[in-house]
């Protein structure tokens, strides 16, 4: 699972998305996906996972999740 998380994280920070894991450092499946625009998301590995397999590693998918709460 770590591969694929790490996989799902280079190919959004490929299109212009910085991602960190949680600044907080409480919990190591959460991480912060900053939009080239400034706009951040918080997910879990799960939500990255779900958007990797739905095809919608991009800030649209991002936030379009994050309306749905489903990340």
Known sequence: MDKEIAEAIVVLKE???????????????????????????????AGILKLKADGKLSAAGLEEAHSKSEL
Request: charged share 25%; hydrophobic share 40%.
């Open 15 to 45: 299109k212009g998305i910085a991602v960190a894991v949680d600044p907080s450092e409480r919990y190591s499946d959460l991480y912060v996906a900053t939009l080239p625009n400034g706009v951040q998301y918080e997910f879990r590995a």
